[in-house]
């Protein structure tokens, strides 16, 4: 057992780990167990090492566990709830060929394959040599400790003749039993070798019936739920655009549903992961002819094609997974747990989001230095903590035709520039944030007269506009420093607290003739290692900046741009009845804490549904809360219920943010009911939710059992809004609110209540 003072993963504080590196014997010899794991020799396949260490991961409920088999593969043989130091676990060993059409190598859960030796599945990694041999057979060559700092444990795999190396990254968080692997390919031969296909991880899972969670959307319409059996065959979760795309998300949860007691939302097994990465990604869900199910992700290798020169390497993006025996929500509760004591750029203390307005529903591009002091003067009487100043500032931005990539602020809306807005809303008692879209040029601008050599293109062919606009090439170094020069230099020279970072298009004509044809199509990694360095510099520069991911919504929401910013705009659509369903799907992968939720006026432009204040306001409570309504057309009492709700929002809006979230009745499959609860880290507090989209028939709410209180504590109940039935006791124990329950009074059209458990 080795144990050791984890660091950080990456960058992040001091935890404790305790990681087992040891050897099991191999049939029947009984081998001295050694934390160092020495360099079995090489083998051909089919013959036998002498050693096959094994490597185990135990972190909170949940142990991993991977080994040698007796080809030099390396083989899981273990993912699921945590078991005894001393437990034995099987030796790795590879599975029979079961007929002459499935062949040993397919039916072994490697932890990595290479495709060669007629794999079948989808492979790990597949390359193509300089000399034409496409066959590549990964064996295990060696090992590391883990880190004394870090806790990153290497694992070393090689072609079984060729110098072709991948270093297999490992680290296990304590406190969640998320596994983060990821992978380095290297090139040793003496020539070049294109990558086709390279992922950060495989997992498997062994045969069972399952069920698969994943999230697909649109524009205006992200995070579906959907819910479906794997089944025989590949089910593929991708984005070939460039960015995460809103289509699907890098997110994934299976559960068990073979056994009496079906995996639910509070309890079963369930396995779940998500993909660190913003640029074009697959995650491929596989149940083989043996029922085998292998959940495989990294670069989606569609129009993929890294060539490696001789001695460089390939690091692909990070697949964190992890395991709970608490069904859906406790695998939601564990994500968005290590989210935020892991992932956010803040981590492991993010505060709380500021109450935000944001002017683009008021006033869309037309803004003006005295319509938006006027809207911060109304926002400040709100008791809105940022005034955020959306499109239309910059450039000869009139309407989306022209502007994007000229960040000069537009004398004729701003004639003394930024500094008399910023000093206005300083002066209110906001600080300030700027919408900016810097990876995207309007062919109507000075950059693209002076650059038209900028965006991604195809020389000579046709250059697809989407919104009126054009993708800066990014990966290009000159590109990059453009970008971070102007967003520099805007936050040296503005008082800028905060950035919307928007996204408005995905890639078409992805050329770059600039570098050599074999280098083309780095674009897909470099474009995104580029925007992150971006963000990365910018923080480190600006330290008090705070950055939000925007890409037309959800576009651009994924573990990978979390690590450099502190929020994400989940959708343009903010119609509260879908936002409802949407807050369900995104938090089963992210936390509440970084949903901004703005409440808008009311008939929605986009489903035209009449909704009160009030509802829309609870709605947008459940995440980070923001106002974006025109509030020049807000009633008295608008404002005044509006005030009213910021103030009780900021009371308790960390634990609604960073609490344990237990979905009470899912929103989703035509629910007339809704509900959540969000209980603090310590239990000293809950707060939860009620919603109901259309009485029918007079039936009541249905009682809500609250969930993850403590039973020994006495709880004081309160309303923040809406009434419970008469009846309801102003103080009971924890195991009175679970077990009997609370009946919520709510009746009518989109109504909402509120309210709030605090210890006593
Ligand atoms: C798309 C964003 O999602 C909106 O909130 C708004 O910022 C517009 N872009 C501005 O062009």
């Known amino acids: 057992m080795i144990s050791c003072t984890l660091k950080t993963f990456p960058g992040m504080p001091a935890v404790h780990c305790a990681v087992l590196a040891a050897f099991v014997p191999l049939l029947g010899s009984s081998l001295a167990l050694s934390a160092q794991t020495p360099t079995p020799p090489m083998t051909a396949p089919g013959t036998r090492t002498t050693y096959q260490p094994v490597f185990r991961f135990d972190g909170y409920t949940t142990t991993y566990a991977f080994g040698v088999n007796e080809r030099g593969e390396l083989q899981q043989i273990y993912w ?16 029979p060929e079961h007929a002459s059409f499935d062949n040993s190598y397919n039916n072994t859960p490697q932890e990595y394959a290479g495709w060669g030796a007629g794999l079948f599945q989808e492979p790990a990694l597949k390359v193509t040599f300089a000399d034409g041999n496409r066959d590549l057979v990964l064996h295990y060559l ?82 579906t739920l959907n819910r479906e059996p794997i089944q025989a065959g590949e ?57 085998n199910v292998r959940v495989t992700g990294g670069f ?38 290590f989210t935020l004591a892991r992932i956010l750029p803040t981590a492991p203390n993010p505060k709380p989001r500021p109450v935000i307005y944001n002017s683009w529903e008021a006033t869309e591009f037309a803004v003006t230095e005295a319509g938006q002091e006027a809207l911060a003067e109304k926002a400040a009487a709100l008791g809105i903590d ?18 994007l990539g000229d960040w000069y602020v537009n004398k004729d809306k701003f004639p003394s520039g930024l500094k008399p807005l910023i000093d206005k809303v300083h002066s209110l008692k906001m600080d300030f944030g700027l919408w900016v879209e810097p990876e995207m040029v309007n062919p109507d601008s000075d950059l693209y007269r002076k650059h038209p050599d900028w965006v991604l293109n195809f020389p000579g062919r046709p250059r697809t506009e989407q919104r009126n606009q054009l993708v800066l090439n990014l990966a290009r170094k000159d590109v990059r420093d453009y970008v971070y020069g102007f967003l520099d230099k805007l936050l040296s020279e503005n008082q800028i607290a905060f950035l919307k970072w928007d996204y408005n298009r995905n890639w078409s004509e992805p050329g770059w003739d600039q570098v050599p044809v074999d280098e083309q199509k780095r674009v897909y990694v470099q474009f995104t290692r580029n925007l992150y360095s971006i963000l990365g510099e910018l923080r480190a520069k600006h330290p008090g900046v705070e950055i939000e991911s925007c890409s037309g919504g959800g576009g651009r929401v994924d573990l990978g741009i979390l690590h450099y910013t502190d929020e994400v705009w989940p959708s343009d659509n903010t119609d509260p009845l879908d936002r409802l369903t949407q807050q369900d799907g995104f938090t089963r992968a992210y936390p509440n804490q970084v949903m901004m939720s703005w409440v808008t006026d009311s008939p929605h432009w986009l489903n035209a549904r009449a909704t009160s204040l009030n509802y829309r306001m609870l709605v947008s409570m459940e995440g980070a809360l923001g106002i974006g309504g025109n509030l020049n057309k807000w009633s008295a009492q608008d404002m005044a219920t509006a005030q009213r709700l910021i103030r009780e929002y900021h009371l308790v809006q960390k634990t ?4 344990s979230l237990y979905r009470l009745i899912s929103p989703t499959n035509g629910s007339e009911f809704a509900a959540t609860e969000m209980v ?54 924890g195991a009175w609110w679970m077990n009997h329950g609370v009946d919520v009074n709510l009746r009518g059209d989109f109504q909402a209540a509120m309210f709030r458990l605090d210890k006593r």
């Open 656 to 659: 609604i943010a960073q609490g």
């Open 680 to 733: 603090a880290p310590d239990r000293s507090q809950a707060v939860f939710f009620a919603y109901v989209h259309s009485t029918q028939e007079g039936r009541g709410f249905p009682r809500l059992q609250l969930l993850g209180l403590d039973p020994d504590t006495q709880y004081a109940f309160s309303s923040i809004d809406g009434s419970a039935a008469p009846g309801t006791p102003a103080q009971a124990s």
């Open 300 to 337: 989606n290798p569609f129009d993929f094609g890294y060539t490696l020169k001789p001695n460089e390497k390939l690091e692909t993006p990070v697949f964190y997974g992890g395991f709970t025996q608490d069904g859906k929500g406790g695998a939601s509760r564990l994500l968005n747990h």
């Open 235 to 291: 089910r593929v979760l991708e984005s070939r655009r460039g960015s995460t795309g809103h289509q699907m998300n890098p997110w994934f949860a299976i559960s068990r549903n073979e056994t009496a007691d079906p995996a639910g939302e509070e309890h079963g097994d369930t396995w779940f992961g998500a993909l660190a990465w913003s640029g074009s990604w697959r995650i491929t869900v596989e149940q083989d002819q043996l029922d």
């Open 142 to 223: 060696s090992s590391t400790k883990p880190d004394e700092q870090s806790g990153i444990q290497d694992i070393v795999l090689k072609d079984i003749q060729r110098d072709v190396r991948v270093i297999l990254h490992y680290w296990m968080d304590p406190d969640t039993g998320i596994l983060a692997r990821w992978a380095t390919i290297e090139n040793h031969e003496p020539k070049p070798i294109v990558i086709e296909q390279a992922a950060a991880a495989a997992w498997s899972l062994p045969p069972a019936h399952y069920t698969l969670d994943y999230l697909s959307g649109r524009w205006a319409g992200e995070w």
């Open 386 to 403: 940022r005034f955020v100043m959306d499109d239309g500032w910059f450039g000869q931005r009139k309407d989306d035709h022209a502007g």
């Open 80 to 95: 699921g709830g945590r078991i005894a130091p001393k437990d034995p676990l099987p030796a790795p060993k590879s599975n």
